[in-house]
T-cell receptor, first 110, second 114 residues
């Protein structure tokens, strides 16, 4: 059973702080990793994708991947109240199936 | 750009009724997926399709059926609706390339079985 695990939260951070979201996966054959943001009552929207070990930065977001440790993370710098949402980690092994984690609920406090 | 379009957005069914959730994408994506998301939970894959005429079961296929007669459309059929099928249903699509491409989601269908 291929699994993706995330802390369910809620993770609370003050406005302007760095939010760190973590994800671990069980399938060593996984090659592609995605972070989605889902606001309450809305559909998931893609924030970041990462395919290689190391860091990938896009604006205030940085994705980090360590395939040896089977670990992927998302850092959100200068967190804003509008970042309050559930963040879903998704993993793919070049097949047609994606495995989603249960999501981490982030709350950014003004 | 329409992307992935789901209809209806909301529906209430009585136990034992049947219905079809519609999903259409205009991005010429090969892969299409149906997920359900229960309150406070993650996404569970119901069925997926890698192209017209090809479908396969996901994690939770019981009580559902799908068809894929065209690249654009991937309807999900509920037969004999049960309260356990109360959920939010998301359709998604992705492009088939050498590298894995992310999924694009529709806005969802909120379904209640009473």
């Amino acid at each position: 059973q291929k699994e993706v695990e995330q802390n369910s939260g809620p993770l609370s951070v003050p406005e302007g702080a760095i939010a760190s979201l973590n994800c671990t996966y069980s399938d060593r054959g996984s090659q592609s990793f995605f972070w989605y943001r889902q606001y309450s009552g809305k559909s998931p929207e893609l924030i970041m994708s990462i395919y290689s070990n190391g860091d990938k930065e896009d604006g205030r977001f940085t994705a980090q991947l360590n395939k040896a440790s089977q670990y992927v993370s998302l850092l959100i710098r200068d967190s804003q109240p509008s970042d309050s949402a559930t963040y879903l980690c998704a993993v793919n092994n070049y097949g047609q199936n994606f495995v989603f984690g249960p999501g981490t609920r982030l709350s950014v406090l003004p | 750009n329409a992307g992935v379009t789901q209809t209806p957005k909301f529906r209430i069914l009585k136990i034992g009724q049947s219905m079809t959730l519609q999903c259409t994408q205009d991005m010429n994506h090969n892969y299409m997926y149906w997920y359900r998301q229960d309150p406070g939970m993650g996404l569970k894959l119901i069925y997926y399709s890698v192209g017209a005429g090809i479908t396969d079961k996901g994690e939770v296929p019981n009580g559902y059926n799908v068809s894929r007669s065209t690249t654009e459309d991937f309807p999900l059929r509920l037969e004999l609706a049960a309260p356990s099928q109360t959920s939010v249903y998301f359709c998604a699509s992705s492009r088939r390339t050498g590298d894995s491409q992310p999924q694009h989601f529709g806005d969802g269908t909120r379904l209640s079985i009473l």
